[in-house]
């Protein structure tokens, strides 16, 4: 009877370790973000706003499900004119039809 509860505690305690492990490498895999220079995260938490971050490094949130991180350049933001002048669309050149029979004459 002792053997056999000796036994469920550690077959217990072995199966909760490997919940929390896995558990702590879901967190890491799907919780975690690195910013380089020149790089911020903007943190939402179940679609609001939460924090932005503008640290270099390796960074920790929430899971997926509950915090999302969007990572943007911040040098792009402050560029000026650049960024937000939007370009005019080009005019298409007319072209000619292209011949429908080949012969030796010139199409006209």
């Given at each position: ?13 072995l199966?909760?370790i490997l919940v ?8 890491w895999?799907?919780?975690?973000y690195e910013?380089?220079?020149g ?24 899971p ?6 969007e990572i943007?350049?911040?040098?792009a ?7 937000w002048?939007?370009?005019?669309p080009?005019?298409?050149?007319y ?14």
């Amino acid at each position: 009877r002792v053997k056999r509860s000796v036994a469920k505690t550690i077959g217990n305690t072995l199966f909760v370790i490997l919940v929390a492990a896995g558990l702590g490498s879901w967190w890491w895999f799907f919780g975690s973000y690195e910013l380089y220079p020149g790089q911020a995260a903007i943190i939402f938490r179940l679609g609001a706003h939460q924090t932005t971050v503008s640290q270099a490094g390796l960074h920790f949130h929430l899971p997926s499900p509950i915090d999302v991180h969007e990572i943007v350049k911040v040098g792009a933001l402050n560029s000026g004119w650049g960024v937000w002048k939007r370009a005019r669309p080009r005019r298409r050149r007319y072209r000619k039809p292209a011949c429908r029979r080949r012969t030796t004459r010139s199409c006209g």
